[in-house]
């Protein structure tokens, strides 16, 4: 659906050359939801921009169904734009309109007549679940509100393809899932395939089916969700994870783990990553019952990611006569990422 | 006492005369200007370096020449333009071209307030322009353009004092030829606070007008 190649793109200014983006690759299928992460100043930002050639690609190829977007008359863009849905992470709603007017604006632009106008405005409103705000204006509403106006803004001329700038960084952590939920009901319902520029993992979590990590204008890693999560490559993609699977822990945490455990010698720390179904499995009990070690969990996280169980288990085991290595032995024929702390 | 009566409310309908069709003119075309200054500069929906410096050129010159001395140097202009160089009809023209160049800054000052987002938000949608203009720039910053509007007015009635230079009239004029020159103290309070009067009405309304505009925001 969208294929971009070799993109680059250089700012250019009175102290020098910017290189914001470097040689990106990115190949996105039509009606997934595909996430990019980075860093602020990675160059997310303007790749997203670059979809839409609100940024001028300095070099490379950027294709929406079959269109190069790259060497478009204005003309022609101007009709392709309309197409491609966009939302703000400032919302970027007019002020002097209210939210019947601002879901209208993008109709106007198409050159719709009136009625046609309202009877759309109103179902959006409808689907982004705002229809009794539709005479407030944009000062009365709150932050949640607010991007639903620009969601059902972005999806009035029936877009193939909604752009996401971080749409949720300016949203408390509730709203943030309630506007998640919507994009993900949306792209379910619609069949929209979504590009999500953001800088917090649990927004990939929670929607996305593909990833791209960038950092330093560079696409390092890319691919399906499930997979980067299994078996992430890079250290930029490990740290993203860290951040919600804890898969490593903290200085502070391994230090209490540490003191706590101090008094038991004969016993061993370890750390146990999962992914998958593996969890499915009684290991402790396992543990306990086919190798006599005892197992006390001292820190542990569960979490699922499309369905996909994963988490960190920090367990002390203890037992005689090395039935803690032969229990250890078993766990990594599981096929679990284990570590002896 | 009758005289004098009729003298303050010739003078100050001469001022309103004067002010209003100054005020008409140099927004029809101050706003348009402010528009051009914005779009044409460096990241912007039109931008052209070459109109923009030309513009900002021509700005620039018309607001450092003293407006008692562009009464005079618009003297021929003037003549060509409304047949007379001399009288009230003849100084609203050296008013007018005293207030479009400070009008246009006033309104590329007010539309440059207008979030960079909503202009990448229209953009984003395939808005051409002159829709980003119309629909975006022009209803979003219109209470503070007319802010502007209302300084400008108010400076106008300040340029307007000047008008008898070129036998323009005018309550300046009046307090000047009456006020100073004949010794009668009396005219000159009374014109100060009719002028007085006149500019915190006009800020009363402009405010006003500013407040209807931005409701609901």
Redo the contacts between chains.
């Keep these: 659906m969208i294929s971009i190649k070799n993109l680059t793109k250089v700012y250019h200014s009175d102290s020098g050359d910017v290189m914001a983006l470097e040689g990106v690759n990115l190949h996105i299928r039509k009606g997934e939801i595909f996430g990019v992460i980075g860093l602020s100043g990675a160059g997310k930002s303007t790749l997203l921009r670059c979809i839409n050639m609100l940024e001028k690609p300095t070099s490379g190829s950027v294709e929406i169904d079959g269109v190069e977007m790259t060497s478009l008359a204005p003309g022609d863009l101007k009709e392709m734009r309309k197409k491609i849905g966009m939302i703000f992470q400032h919302f970027n709603l007019l002020n002097y309109r209210n939210v019947r007017g601002n879901v209208a604006f993008p109709l106007e632009i198409a050159g719709l007549d009136k009625k046609a106008i309202n009877q759309k405005v109103e179902r959006l409103l409808e689907l982004v679940g705002l229809s009794d705000k539709a005479e407030s204006f944009p000062s009365q509403l709150s932050g949640g509100q607010k991007q639903r106006v620009g969601i059902a803004r972005a999806l009035a001329n029936d877009p193939k393809v909604l752009l996401c700038d971080e749409a949720t960084s300016a949203l408390d952590p509730q709203t943030t899932l309630s506007i998640l939920n919507l994009l993900k009901d949306i792209n379910k319902k619609l069949g929209i395939t979504m590009v999500i520029i953001t800088h917090e993992m649990n927004v990939i979590k929670h929607i996305c089916d593909s990833m791209a990590v960038i950092e330093n204008s560079r696409v390092v890693e890319q691919g399906p969700l499930l997979e980067i999560f299994a078996n992430p490559k890079t250290d930029t993609a490990k740290k993203f994870l860290n951040s919600i699977t804890m898969s490593e822990l903290p200085e502070e945490l391994k230090d209490r783990i540490r003191s706590f455990s101090s008094y038991h010698m004969d016993g061993k720390i370890v750390k146990i990553g999962f992914f998958g179904n593996v969890t499915a499995e009684p290991i402790i009990s396992t543990l306990v019952k086919k190798f006599d070690v005892d197992a006390n969990i001292l820190f542990g996280n569960v979490d699922h990611i499309q369905g996909t169980p994963y988490g960190t288990l920090v367990l002390e085991l203890r037992g005689n006569n090395g039935s803690v290595d032969r229990a250890i032995e078993h766990l990594k024929n599981l096929g679990l990422k284990l570590e002896v702390i | 006492m009758n005289g004098t009566m009729n003298l303050l409310l010739v003078s100050t309908w001469q001022t309103v005369y004067m002010v209003f069709i100054s005020v008409v003119i140099a927004s029809i075309i101050g706003i348009p200007l402010g528009i051009l200054l914005m779009i044409t500069d460096k990241g912007q929906i039109c931008k052209n370096q070459i109109v923009n410096a030309i513009l900002g050129f021509a700005v620039n010159i018309f607001r450092s020449i003293p407006f008692v001395i562009l009464l005079i140097v618009l003297i021929p202009f003037t003549r060509f333009l409304v047949g007379t160089s001399i009288g009230t009809t003849a100084a609203i023209v050296p008013l007018s071209i005293a207030a479009i160049p400070f009008m246009g800054r006033l309104t590329e000052t007010s539309l440059r307030e207008v ?1 960079r ?2 202009i ?9 322009p002159i ?1 980003i203009i119309t ?2 720039l022009i ?2 910053a ?1 209470p503070s353009i007319a802010s502007g509007v209302t300084i400008m007015t108010i400076n106008l009635v300040g340029y307007s004092t000047m008008a008898g230079v070129i036998g323009g009239g005018g309550l300046g004029d009046l307090s000047v030829r009456y006020g100073y020159q004949r010794f009668m103290p009396d005219i000159m309070l009374y014109t100060v606070l009719i002028l007085l009067a006149m500019v915190q009405l006009i800020q009363m309304l402009g405010d006003f007008v500013a407040k209807q505009l931005s409701k ?2």
């Design positions: 979030d987002g909503l990448e938000a229209a953009q984003s949608m395939g808005a051409s829709q629909k975006v209803p979003e219109l609901n925001r």
